[in-house]
Nanobody
Framework: QVQFMESGGALVQPGGSLRLACTAS????????MSWYRQAPGKERVRVAR????????NYADSVKGRFTISRDNAKNTVYLQMNSLKSEDTAVYSC???????????????WGQGTLVTVSS
């Protein structure tokens, strides 16, 4: 059974930083490109960053480019999201998933985990 366990969410002030982690189980982690998504209250889930199998290529949504960094540790089956210069509009539940392939139209492959809540507020 494939599972994703996200952690690291918290309440943070605007301009602050957080590092999220997502550990996968039930898959051969380094076979998959991975992605972080977020879902703000009342909105659809959107992808914010993706990373290829080796970590050598990354891609970001325009809304987070220059502020967020995705990385992975294949030895730990974990993908990370470093978030800097956080804004109120970054408030959302953040989740990770494996991707069908490395490409802009790739979709999430598996059922979603619980996610981790990031709240940016003063």
């Amino acid at each position: 059974q494939v599972q994703f366990m996200e952690s690291g969410g918290a309440l943070v002030q605007p301009g602050g930083s957080l590092r999220l982690a997502c550990t996968a189980s039930g898959i051969k982690f380094d076979d998959y490109a991975m992605s972080w998504y977020r879902q703000a209250p009342g909105k659809e889930r959107v992808r914010v960053a993706r990373i290829n199998r080796t970590g050598g290529s990354t891609n970001y949504a325009d809304s987070v480019k220059g502020r967020f960094t995705i990385s992975r540790d294949n030895a730990k089956n974990t993908v990370y999201l470093q978030m800097n210069s956080l804004k109120s509009e970054d408030t959302a539940v953040y989740s990770c998933n494996a991707l069908t392939y490395w490409g802009p139209t790739a979709n999430a492959l598996y059922a979603w985990g619980q996610g981790t809540l990031v709240t940016v507020s003063s």
